[in-house]
């Protein structure tokens, strides 16, 4: 717990981001506290996939660890965030679906 509160190097944190709920709360929440201030580091969160496994986190509201998925998420514009979501390809097929481009 305390070694991950002090990282600061994101990209080593990352693949934690596969760990149990009792370490992924902290790492989590190791991210919610650096990318804020650093743009770059941001940018790669998205590019290396670390934003899409944030959104495929199941956390209940109320919990920690959502609190800190939000905080991430508040960082990024809301059409990325979605576009990063798991069930982002079946909402797009469904607004196709409900399409009707003759009016």
């Known amino acids: 717990k305390s070694v991950i509160q002090k990282c600061t190097n994101l990209p080593a944190l990352e693949p ?4 149990p709920p009792n370490i992924l709360k902290y790492v989590v929440q190791q991210f919610a ?3 804020p201030s650093d743009l770059n580091a ?3 969160f998205v590019q290396s996939g670390g934003l ?3 959104q ?3 956390a209940e509201v ?3 660890l959502h609190d800190y998925v939000q905080e991430i998420n508040t960082l990024y514009p ?3 965030v979605q576009y990063y979501s ?3 390809a079946e909402t797009l097929l469904k607004k196709m679906d409900e399409f009707n481009p003759t009016g």
């Open 16 to 19: 934690l981001l596969e760990a």
């Open 33 to 35: 506290k650096v990318l």
């Open 42 to 44: 941001r940018r790669a």
């Open 52 to 54: 899409q496994k944030i």
């Open 56 to 58: 495929e986190v199941n």
């Open 62 to 64: 109320g919990e920690k």
């Open 78 to 80: 809301p059409d990325i």
């Open 86 to 88: 798991p069930n982002y």
